[in-house]
């Protein structure tokens, strides 16, 4: 299920999920944030809900890594999907809701 969705400063979000991964890439590249997991790897994820009503996830992976997928608007759009997979593979998903800071 792929898809783009622009954002501000002339970057991009481009994701993918298949069957068997999660595929997420910000451009201009930022390699913090950049991911292709295999949800095979997935132990666990905390999915972020944030007061706008978009959504980000922090996965921890079978080798002890942790990816952090910010809020965006295309991991919104791709949630219901995401959640089936994680689902399907029994992983336990921590839902929290996240304020937005005071200015």
Known sequence: MPGIVAEKNCSSVQWEVTPTRLIHRR??????????????????????????????????????????????TVLTAAHDTIAAQLRSRSVPVTITNVKRRPQ
Do not use: Q
Request: charged share 25%.
């Open 27 to 72: 451009e201009p590249p930022h390699t913090h944030f950049n991911a292709d997991v295999r949800f095979d790897e997935i132990t666990s994820a905390v999915e972020m809900h944030y007061e706008t009503g978009i959504k980000g996830y922090i996965l921890r992976l079978r080798n002890g890594r942790t990816v952090e997928l910010p809020a965006n």
